[in-house]
């Protein structure tokens, strides 16, 4: 079965470190995204691609940068980890037909000391 | 400026009885709508969806109802069952895009 995963499921790392989160789809969708979830905020979005080598800002994208060198994995790094990123992060991916519904990966917990 | 809001944090509804769930937005170009229900420590599912087409859509006990003219929508459960408790986001997408703006989630507890 296609599925959507990502690695680590937590991760526990020290102020200035580069992190990367990793997400791996095997339904072969063109859209890839990343969420973190927030008490008070839902889901927001940092970055997204819609196919290999597209990436684009989302709305809270300073301090994460993403990559897509092949269809099947869009990896989330954090270039200097800040206490403020301490979150759940969330991958997704999606087709391209309407409605666009968007397959989510199952998080990491990402705690920044 | 939030886009998309769930003004109401959590809600409780008994066994059987019917939950509605409410969404605003701000945005007269969003053209797809979707719900999505989370369960602690596990990704969202998605739920259901709706065009700006059409104002209802029913699956099984999951009806969406939308109000483009108020800039409204609903996610109706009828009958609520214990295993519906759970967060649920509401979630819409501009006209020609692929990515959703999503809501800040209601909390649904269905009381045995």
């Known amino acids: 079965d296609a599925e959507i995963t990502q690695s680590p499921r937590h991760k526990i790392t020290e102020t200035g470190r580069q992190v990367t989160l990793a997400c791996h789809q095997t339904?072969?969708?063109?859209?890839m995204f990343w969420y973190r979830q927030d008490l008070g905020h839902g889901l927001r979005l940092i970055h997204y691609?819609?196919?290999?080598?597209?990436?684009n800002k989302g709305e809270v994208s300073d301090g994460y940068s993403v990559s897509r060198s092949n269809t099947e994995d869009l990896p989330l790094t954090l270039e200097s980890a800040a206490s403020s990123q301490t979150s759940v992060y969330f991958c997704?991916?999606?087709?391209?037909?309407?409605?666009?519904?968007?397959?989510f990966g199952p998080g990491t917990r990402l705690t920044v000391t | 400026d939030q886009q998309v809001k769930q003004n109401s944090p959590s809600l409780s509804v008994q066994e059987g009885r019917i939950s509605i769930l409410n969404c605003d937005y701000t945005?007269?170009?969003?053209?797809?709508f979707l719900w999505y229900k989370k369960y602690p420590a596990e990704g969202p599912t998605f739920l259901i969806s709706?065009?700006?087409?059409?104002d209802k859509n029913e699956d099984g006990r999951f009806t969406v109802f939308l109000n483009k003219s108020a800039k409204h929508l609903s996610l109706h459960i009828v009958p609520s069952q214990p295993g519906d408790s759970a967060v649920y986001f509401c979630?819409?997408?501009?006209?020609?895009?692929?990515?959703?703006?999503f809501g800040t989630g209601t909390r649904l507890k269905v009381l045995a």
């Open positions: 997704a991916s999606s087709e391209g037909g309407p409605p666009y519904e968007q397959y």
């Open positions: 339904w072969n969708h063109n859209n």
């Open positions: 691609s819609y196919g290999v080598q597209d990436t």
């Open positions: 945005n007269s170009m969003f053209d797809y």
């Open positions: 709706i065009s700006s087409i059409k």
């Open positions: 979630a819409a997408s501009e006209a020609g895009t692929y990515k959703y703006i």
